[in-house]
């Protein structure tokens, strides 16, 4: 069992190993300015208290179970090997006879929804092998700290779990005129991701972490390192480092014969700014190398002694103040969406996202990604700020660099290998979880048993969704590598056209989907009296036509058998297409108006210059790296594939949601409390719970339920006026007159190249399918599959949302049609039959 290790050695940057301190210290000395020090690893925790063990699960039922572990920690005896182990230790970290702080290093820091920092004990000044040894055991002791035993409560994790590393480090001995503090490489606060937020005071750094102190704040540049703002503090006091004389009786908690002290400062002093220019510019520095050496924007702590600064430790930030946009959200959520449908699905997004940023390597987040505010969906857009860009481009930026790099990308990227076979073995489980509870019966369950069958519904949703988002990351991750690849030997626009060959031809669901709705306009196209008949009643009255034409209906009822769960809309208040065979019906309608832009021999066409394109790519290459080189355009084809399968199993749970939800809302019509039973969606999740909760085993439950129907009411009022409101692009914020505006351009985000100038029709929702005219240009603020067949109609598209990898973009550029993205409020900003000319290469819209 490894009772300690040095910084450098391979073993400690684990967590398990090490803890979230200790862990993150050993990385940071690596590259950066670190002082030396060991680690008491997790494994000699375990020995110490490994004899106690029977009396800790004893102490865990008593009136204070905290405290009484911990005082019987304390009070434990110090095996005797441990000091020999210690003196070596410290010896070889350059230690000896030096004062240490001995920090606790708890194994649950830095994990998802997890945040220690504070529950646990720090040690200054501690100098000997003895006192060393003591601290380390009172910071056991810390592990049981009544505040951390109730936060480990509140997590819901087993208390004996838990356990302790302590890092001995050697201690930077800050002077009453010297500064130390904390940093932050992107402002937290404020949400700034071009600024570093300094707080720093005279003395050790503890009187900044501790937040009990005044402090100065500096705001830097992080492109020139130049001061934005500051705010210097009254500081009256300092803590530094004391050693006191062999007379002095040391008491207290201290150990050994240093300890920390409190000095007042001068009256010139308090008002001074602890950092100059130079140091602040220095501090902003450190805190961007971390940043850099992490790959991720980095909480530090710091420390001046004389002219050197040190980093004391080093933390991933993953809280920060939120800006609420609809950047992120407008493509995934274009319309309102009822309350109960997000209350469902909110939580597993965020279970995904936290899954998918640990696979890649990144901390978790802590707070909401994506919230609801006034019915429809926001962003936080300084979150995406924070994890955008984190492709490790320094290791794809030349090709020695990738060369010297290929042993670090198979370790770090070898579960993007691994990703698809996984998911697909999963698959099988989702998918016959969704057939089991599909045809589970429900008119016999009570209320309380058809509420936990939709949550039964949500969790297998949440567990089948883990893996997804980490998938649509990794293709875009997977496309900026190929790209920056191509771009080292290629200028960018020739690098663009080699990069839409290699990804010409891949095969999806939505293109297998759309094959099958080309076969059967070709049906209709064969049967004149049929395709008349559907031009002459379009929407619900096209689906009575079918009638008197059996073999076309069989047909057509075997393909929504089939595909009948894709969603024309995000929310599950909507129907699919199985409910909604209209919208189906006058798709096929116009692709049966048209003749088909795309043959056998142009698809053929297309897998040709795909394999010529990948061959000449791969030939190019330097040889030690064309293995990589198609390994990445293999699995650039296998995520875009991937990406779309999911998204159409995904849809699959709409079905049974639909089917349950309107079973409760039915007997929520039942009891009064609703008039539709559809309304069951403007329900809150937190109160249709406990109302049902409470109602279950009551004679009367109507009473206990009367609350919904307020609730109700008052959210569809409100979903319904969101539905006729164009959303503020960033919550709270009104934007100026002309802000999107260019001169006498729009500009959006290029989609797919081209120009083309005619009238807009602007379609708000799948109902306005059938009076889209030929030739238009389409204009939405965004599209899925569902809308597919307008493509064929369409001249050009703008969209409100989404960018080179949005469905609206990649169809777009299959068919060659001109389209610009995001363009903000483009359904309001248009009126239908508003001539403009759309520049899918500039990102450009100009009314004529």
């Known amino acids: 069992m490894t009772l300690t290790l040095g ?123 003895e006192a060393i040894a003591e601290a380390v055991r009172d910071c056991y002791a810390s592990l049981w700290n009544p505040h951390a035993f109730r936060y480990r409560q509140q997590l819901g994790v087993d208390q004996l779990d838990a356990k302790m590393a302590v890092v001995v480090q050697l201690m930077v001995s800050v002077g009453a005129e010297e500064a130390a503090g904390v940093a932050f490489s992107v402002d937290p606060v404020r949400g ?31 492109a020139d390192g130049t001061q934005v703002a500051a705010e210097i503090a009254d500081k009256p006091r300092a803590l530094i480092m004391h050693e006191p004389s062999g007379d002095e009786n040391v008491g207290g908690d201290d150990h ?79 319309t309102p969406v009822t309350p109960l449908t997000w209350d469902l699905v909110e939580a597993g997004f965020h279970t995904s996202l936290n899954h998918s940023f640990d696979l890649m390597g990144l901390p978790p987040f802590g707070d909401k990604w994506f919230a609801m505010r006034d019915f429809y969906i926001y962003g936080n857009q300084t979150a995406v700020d924070l994890y955008a860009g984190r492709l490790p481009t320094n290791m794809l930026s030349s090709v020695e660099t990738i060369t010297e790099s290929l042993p670090e990308i198979a370790s770090q990227f070898g579960w993007v290998q691994e990703l698809p076979v996984q998911w697909m073995r999963d698959l099988d489980t989702y998918l016959i979880g969704i057939g089991k509870l599909s045809h589970e019966p429900l008119q016999d369950k009570t209320l309380a048993e058809v509420w936990e069958h939709v949550i039964a519904i949500s969790d297998l949703g949440t567990e089948y969704f883990r893996p997804n988002i980490a998938i649509s990351l990794t293709q875009r991750t997977l496309y900026g590598a190929l790209s920056h690849m191509l771009e080292m030997a290629l200028d960018k626009e020739a690098a663009q056209l080699v990069f839409e060959r290699l990804l010409a031809s891949t095969e999806t669901k939505t293109s297998q989907v759309n094959a099958e709705l080309w076969e059967l306009s070709r049906s209709v196209r064969k049967h004149p009296e049929l395709l008349s008949a559907l031009r002459a009643r379009t929407g619900h009255d096209g689906v009575e036509v079918l009638s008197g034409f059996p073999d076309f209906a069989r ?70 790296l064309r293995y990589l080189v ?5 699995l650039a084809r296998a995520y875009t594939a991937l990406d779309d399968l999911e998204h159409y199993q ?48 009551q004679h009367s439950p109507a009473e206990a339920l009367s609350v919904l129907t307020a609730i109700a009411e008052q959210n569809k009022a409100g979903y319904q006026a969101a539905v006729v409101r164009t959303p503020e692009w960033e919550h709270g914020r009104t934007p100026e007159a002309g802000e999107e505006a260019d001169g006498d351009f729009i500009k959006g985000t290029a989609g797919s190249p081209g120009e083309v100038e005619g009238e807009v029709f602007v379609v708000h929702s799948p109902e306005d399918f059938s009076s889209f005219p030929d030739g238009a240009i389409l204009v939405a603020r965004t599209t899925n599959p569902a809308w597919t067949a307008l493509f064929y109609q369409a001249s050009g598209v703008i969209t409100e949302s989404g960018g080179a990898l949005s469905h609206g973009a990649v169809t777009a550029r299959e068919l060659g049609l001109p389209a610009v993205m995001a363009v903000r409020d483009a359904t309001s900003r248009f009126t239908s039959g508003q001539r403009v000319t759309v520049n899918g290469s500039n990102g450009t819209v100009a009314p004529v």
């Open 7 to 129: 910084f450098t050695d391979p073993l400690a940057i684990e967590l398990a190993t090490s803890g979230g301190k200790g862990a993150s210290l050993a990385k940071s000395a690596q590259d950066l300015p670190v002082p030396g020090g060991f680690i008491v690893t997790a494994d000699a925790y375990t020995q110490f208290v490994d004899p106690l063990q029977a009396q800790i699960t004893e102490l865990m039922s008593s009136d204070r179970p905290a405290e009484a572990i911990g005082d019987l920690i304390r009070s434990a005896a110090i095996p005797g090997t441990w000091l020999a182990e210690f003196e070596a230790a410290a010896k070889a970290a350059g230690l000896s006879d030096q004062a240490v702080a001995v920090r606790s290093s708890g194994t649950m820091e830095d994990l998802p929804g997890a945040a220690f920092a504070g529950q646990h004990d720090t040690y200054l000044g501690v100098r000997g092998t």
């Open 192 to 222: 700034n991701t071009d600024e570093v937020l300094i707080n720093a005071a005279f003395g050790l750094g503890e009187t900044v972490v501790g937040g009990e102190e005044p402090v100065d704040e500096f705001r830097i540049a992080r």
């Open 256 to 334: 050994g014969d240093a300890r920390t002290r409190e000095v007042h400062l001068g009256e010139d002093q308090r008002t001074r700014p602890a950092l100059n220019a130079e140091q602040a510019r220095a501090v902003a520095e450190l805190a961007v190398r971390a940043e850099d050496h992490f790959g991720f924007p980095q909480d530090i702590e710091w420390a001046f002694c004389g002219d050197d600064l040190f980093l004391l430790q080093s933390r991933p930030i993953t809280r920060v103040a939120p800006r609420w946009t609809r950047d992120e959200s407008a493509e995934r959520f274009p």
């Open 555 to 624: 047909d057509f009822e075997s393909f929504l058998a089939k595909h009948g769960h894709r969603e024309l809309d995000f929310d599950a208040y909507h129907p699919t297409w199985v409910e909604a065979p209209h919208i189906v019906l006058d798709q096929i309608r116009l692709l049966a108006d048209r003749a088909e832009n795309a043959s056998v021999d142009s698809d053929l066409e297309r897998k040709v210059v795909q394999a010529e394109t990948e061959l000449a790519v791969v030939n190019a290459a330097p040889e030690k």
């Open 630 to 634: 198609q390994e990445v355009i293999r």
């Open 650 to 697: 995904t849809t699959r749970l709409t079905l049974p949601m639909r089917r349950a939800l309107r079973e409760l809302g039915q007997r929520l019509v039942d009891q009064g409390v609703l008039t539709d039973p559809m309304d069951v969606y403007f329900i809150n999740y937190e109160p249709l719970d406990e109302a049902i909760r409470a109602a279950n085993g």
